[in-house]
């Protein structure tokens, strides 16, 4: 919740820092104190609309399941993944900074609110 503060531990060799959250817009943003005087982003959670993430998913449902659990070893499953891992990876596909013959294809007609509703989705399941 906004305003609220906990205090994390950041990695190897880190000192516990403390966390802040915040909301500006509808996209929740994590920052963390490193000590150097900066504020850093550390997450980001995109504003997505599961219901129409879950309408958006049907074209996904052939290679990630119907529930975003893959049948097969060769497609990853995408239930229950970050939000914002998801958001990313699909960017990166369809900005072509992330290739694959199938997804590449699949992410380039994407807008950056399809691809929100579809991170939301099936990071509820």
């Not at 996209?27 to 504020?39: H, Q």
């Not at 891992?85 to 960017?91: E, I, P, T, W």
């Not at 992330?98 to 994407?110: E, F, G, I, Y």
Request: glycine share 12%; aromatic share 4%; charged share 20%.
């Amino acid at each position: 919740s906004p305003g609220r503060n906990r205090v994390q531990h950041v990695g190897k060799g880190c000192r516990p820092s403390l966390m802040r959250h915040g909301h500006v817009g509808s996209v929740e943003i994590s920052r963390t104190d490193f000590g150097d005087g900066a504020d850093h982003a550390v997450g980001i959670d995109p504003a997505g609309d599961v219901a129409a993430g879950q309408t958006k998913a049907m074209a996904c449902a052939a290679c990630h399941g119907a529930s975003g659990i893959s049948a097969s070893d060769m497609w990853p499953n995408l239930a229950g993944q970050k939000a914002g891992y998801l958001a990313k990876q699909l960017k990166a596909f369809r900005d072509g900074t992330r290739t694959d013959p199938v997804m590449s294809s699949m992410a380039k007609t994407l807008s950056d609110q399809d691809i929100d509703d579809l991170a939301a989705y099936y990071a509820s399941l």
